[in-house]
């Protein structure tokens, strides 16, 4: 992971640096600064510098793109806790539960106008980039609609669940990537087949986490697992095995949905196993990463050139163990 | 006002060809339609279009930008609507009353994305066009945090308020024209010229309209004045009398704010008249107007070219009578 360690503290420095959010009043600016600072991986502005890089050295413009990316990317988390009446953000208090609704929503909107004064420096690259990034803009919240969509319903199917894990999440890592690209230089078929990469990858590592935040061992994930289930989240486990179970296990599964304390984990677990959903689960996950991995392969640059974001993919699926 | 309903008609007309908001889900595409079938008197859209023809004939690119400017307006009355619990708008539900906040959120944050894929179809004019929208965009955010930093307050400066009003409701107006003239290719200094029309026009409007729902004749009006007195906000003509009163009268006031029901409405208006509030309200309209007239006067085109933009000036300002 030495690459993205390096990029992600390079990009980190110019975040750091790049005095966004400092205007006034402090009411406004002060909480989306305190977001900033709450860190992440930014695993997606450090997508975009190694998409860029694939085909050039770095410039001033992919970091550009890059901030755009992480501030668009804060914007919507601000406004997914509000609509999921999250406390905590990375084990601190959320900006509506901190500073309340009206700073939230205010947070959010400005973030997310920020990402565009970020993306209006760029140069020749700005009408196509601006262009993916407005496509994928709507995509998210798409996603996150048909996420709040699927809460109250019994009926979701499998590849509904697909779809929206694509658009909430996998979109913006897909086009990270090929705004990075796009800034390199990079050839239309190029920028595609990367953003092909960056979308199944994207779906492999969802339907990874789906799966370890049941089965995973808690020690190695540094969190606890069952908390999907806990909070009653209808998962690629809990969807397929919907679909396969009999009448009386769906019953079943269905009755220990909902209800509170920890008694449910052992006996949900069980039915996801009895079901064959947790095989089916790391099948689909094999069976994207695949698919991811077949796409960067098209990807006609020089092979040593991936070597990156094949490190980096590698990392992504096979921190279960 | 001749001129102003055609380019308002035509801007009607574009926006109800152009599919925009006609994506999936329909739970969150549909309330966006909803909101924008509300209509309104697509006064920042037409002013933008009035921008471009004084200097040029209406292209596409002029309603690819009168679009982002009225979507953009939109997205700031839904997430306002959210932060002010307003049930109404413009006689109909708001869409977190009819949808719940998820939809009034992801509503907002979906037309304001939409408004960025507006501008994305400009060509020549995009680079100067996008970053003086995004400079806007954001000015409007800070005026609305102003806004709510207000409401609590009980030392805001006359300053303070004009500052706000400028910021939340008088920029978007001198952008519009502004980012109409740029299209239209104007130079920079009558650009800005126009700006300076717009933003003062704009404050001068806002102080008329704290007038006018206090004075104003309801006839006439169209709507029952008093509205702002009864909902303890605090406009130009409260913060101008809590300056000029003495302080048992200042007292007086204050304990009118705050109290139920209508009695307070005479006797507020009397203190108002007492401070001489409603004089000084009616000269900063006069004066705000003044430099807005001024301003326009020193627009480099054609006198003949102006004369739209009079008209609508001058019926925004004297709807008083």
Same mark, same amino acid.
């Given at each position: 992971m030495h690459r993205f360690s390096e990029l992600a503290a390079q990009f980190e420095a110019h975040l750091s640096q790049s005095g966004i959010c400092s205007g006034q009043p402090d009411t406004l600016y002060e909480p989306c600064r305190y977001l900033l600072s709450l860190g992440g991986k930014r695993i997606?502005?450090? $997508?975009? *510098?190694?998409?860029? !890089?694939?085909?050039?050295? *770095?410039? =001033?413009?992919?970091?550009?793109?890059?901030?755009?990316?992480?501030?668009?990317?804060?914007?919507?988390l601000v406004h997914d /806790?509000?609509? /999921?009446?999250?406390? *905590?953000?990375?084990?601190?208090?959320? #900006?509506?539960?901190?500073? &309340? $609704?009206?700073? &939230?929503?205010?947070?959010?909107?400005?973030?997310?106008?920020?990402?565009? %004064?970020?993306?209006?420096?760029?140069?020749?690259a700005l009408p196509q980039v601006l262009r993916m990034f407005n496509q994928t803009a709507a995509e998210v919240? =798409?996603?996150?609609?048909? /996420?709040?969509?699927? !809460?109250?319903?019994? /009926?979701?199917? +499998? =590849?509904?669940? #697909?779809?929206?894990? =694509?658009?909430?999440? @996998? +979109?913006?890592?897909?086009? @990270? $990537?090929?705004?990075?690209?796009? #800034?390199?230089?990079?050839?239309?078929?190029?920028?595609?087949? $990367?953003?092909?990469?960056?979308?199944? *990858? &994207?779906?492999?590592?969802q339907l990874q986490d789906d799966y370890l935040d049941a089965f995973g061992d808690s020690d190695k994930l540094g969190k606890q697992t069952g908390g999907d289930i806990l909070a009653d989240k209808k998962t690629f486990l809990h969807l397929k095995a919907m679909e396969h179970l009999d009448e009386k296990d769906r019953q079943t599964l269905m009755r220990w949905q909902g209800r509170e304390g920890a008694e449910k984990l052992p006996h949900t677990l069980e039915l996801f196993r009895k079901s064959g959903a947790d095989e089916r689960c790391r099948e689909a996950?094999?069976?994207? %990463?695949?698919?991811?991995f077949d796409a960067l392969e098209e990807v006609a640059v020089l092979s040593k050139r991936k070597h990156a974001l094949k490190e980096l993919a590698e990392m992504l699926l096979l921190r279960e163990a």
């Open positions: 997606r502005p450090t $997508l975009c *510098l190694m998409g860029a !890089e694939l085909f050039d050295a *770095l410039s =001033e413009e992919a970091f550009h793109a890059a901030l755009a990316i992480e501030l668009f990317h804060n914007f919507t /806790d509000i609509m /999921d009446k999250a406390p *905590l953000r990375r084990g601190r208090p959320t #900006i509506h539960a901190r500073n &309340g $609704l009206t700073a &939230g929503i205010l947070c959010g909107d400005l973030l997310c106008i920020e990402a565009y %004064s970020q993306l209006s420096k760029l140069s020749n919240c =798409e996603g996150q609609q048909l /996420d709040m969509d699927f !809460e109250p319903r019994q /009926d979701v199917r +499998v =590849e509904e669940y #697909i779809r929206m894990i =694509e658009l909430k999440t @996998s +979109v913006l890592l897909a086009a @990270s $990537l090929k705004m990075g690209a796009l #800034i390199g230089g990079a050839t239309g078929q190029a920028a595609d087949k $990367l953003y092909t990469f960056g979308r199944t *990858l &994207g779906i492999a590592f996950v094999a069976a994207y %990463s695949q698919r991811a």
